[in-house]
C-alpha cells in the first residue's frame, strides 16, 4: 500500500469530542471573522487578521499532532481538518483579490487544487482508504500559510511585504500543483493495487 493512502479506523463516541476536533472546529470558526477584518484595509485591522489568521495555521499544527500523539484520529477530524484548511486558505485568498494582493489565478489555482484532492479523498474514503497528507503538501501548506500572513499584513516598512508575500505565493502555486500531481499519483497507485 502506498505511504499516503491508509485506512480509516473507526472510533468511539468519546473521541469524538476531542481536543484536536474542538481545534479543528475552532478553526473553522475563525474564518468569518477573519473575513470581517479582511474587508478593512487599514494597519489594525491587518495585524488583528494576520494574528488570526495566524492563530487558525497554528491549530492545524497542533490538532494533527495531538491527534496522532494520543491516538484520536477520527473520522471526523480526518473530514473536518482538510475542509478547515481549505475554508481557512480559501476565505483569506479570496477577499485578497479586491485588495490586489493576490492574483485572482493564483487563487484559482490554489482552490481548483484544493477541490480536486477533496473529490480524491472522497473517492478513497468511498473505498475504505484515507489518503494522508505527502511531505510536499505539508511543504505547500507552509508557503501558503507563510504568503497569507505577509499579505495579510502589508506592511510597506521595513520591508514591503505585499511584495515579499506575493513571491512567497508564487512558490507556494508550484509546490499545489506538484503536491496535487502527488495525491493524484497515490491515489491511481492504490487504485491498480486494489
Not at 479582511?38 to 492545524?60: K, Q, V, Y
Not at 490586489?100 to 482552490?111: E, F, G, Q, T
Not at 474514503?125 to 507563510?146: D, E, P, V
Not at 506538484?178 to 497515490?186: P, T
Request: hydrophobic share 55%; with cysteine; aromatic share 10%.
Amino acid at each position: 500500500m502506498d505511504a499516503h493512502v491508509r485506512p480509516v479506523a473507526g472510533r468511539s463516541r468519546e473521541v469524538f469530542w476531542s481536543l484536536p476536533n474542538w481545534l479543528t472546529l475552532g478553526r473553522i470558526a475563525l474564518v468569518p471573522v477573519l473575513m470581517v477584518t479582511l474587508r478593512w484595509n487599514e494597519p489594525f485591522w491587518n495585524t488583528f487578521g494576520a494574528a488570526i489568521f495566524l492563530a487558525g495555521s497554528l491549530t492545524d499544527v497542533v490538532d494533527g499532532w495531538l491527534a496522532r500523539r494520543h491516538g484520536l484520529v477520527t473520522r471526523l477530524g480526518a473530514f473536518l481538518d482538510p475542509l478547515a484548511d481549505k475554508l481557512l486558505v480559501s476565505s483569506a485568498l479570496i477577499m485578497m483579490i479586491p485588495l490586489d494582493r493576490v492574483p485572482a489565478w493564483a487563487a484559482v489555482v490554489i482552490i481548483g487544487r484544493e477541490l480536486a484532492v477533496t473529490g480524491l479523498r472522497s473517492m478513497a474514503s468511498a473505498n475504505g482508504r484515507h489518503i494522508a497528507s505527502s511531505w510536499m503538501g505539508k511543504r505547500k501548506s507552509f508557503l501558503q500559510y507563510t504568503a497569507i500572513t505577509c499579505l495579510i499584513l502589508a506592511w510597506k516598512e521595513p520591508i514591503d511585504l505585499i511584495t515579499v508575500g506575493q513571491w512567497i505565493l508564487y512558490l507556494a502555486v508550484a509546490a499545489t500543483l506538484v503536491s496535487g500531481l502527488d495525491y493524484l499519483k497515490a491515489f491511481i497507485q492504490e487504485e491498480r493495487s486494489r
